[in-house]
Nanobody, 123 residues
Framework: QVQLVESGGGLVQAGGSLRLSCAAS????????VGWFRQAPGKERELVTA????????YYADSVKGRFTISRDNAKKTVYLQMNSLKPEDTAVYYC????????????????WGQGTQVTVSS
């Protein structure tokens, strides 16, 4: 069992930066792949980026490549999402999610979810 809590969201101007954190509980967190998803109003939830358990493999959606960076600290049971050069289209609720095994892009493949944190980028 893994419980996830996101933090770090807020309001930022276009071009600005935010760092989200996903704090986990559970003894086996280091064996989970973790993804950051986002959902904008009226849109489907989508995978933005993900990282495998060892941080040796990552995935980035094309829309965020070169702007967002995912990292993890297994000793602190925390996964981070550094978001730079933010755009208004990045506005969404951001969720972290975890699954046992390798990175997958499908929402349905992740069994553990946080409550979400709002990111709003003003133009």
């Amino acid at each position: 069992q893994v419980q996830l809590v996101e933090s770090g969201g807020g309001l930022v101007q276009a071009g600005g930066s935010l760092r989200l954190s996903c704090a986990a509980s559970g003894r086996t967190f280091s064996t989970y792949a973790v993804g950051w998803f986002r959902q904008a109003p009226g849109k489907e939830r989508e995978l933005v980026t993900a990282i495998n358990w060892s941080a040796g493999s990552t995935y980035y959606a094309d829309s965020v490549k070169g702007r967002f960076t995912i990292s993890r600290d297994n000793a602190k049971k925390t996964v981070y999402l550094q978001m730079n050069s933010l755009k208004p289209e990045d506005t969404a609720v951001y969720y972290c999610a975890a699954r046992i095994g390798r990175i997958r892009v499908e929402v349905s493949e992740y069994g553990y979810w946080g409550q979400g944190t709002q990111v709003t980028v003003s133009s």
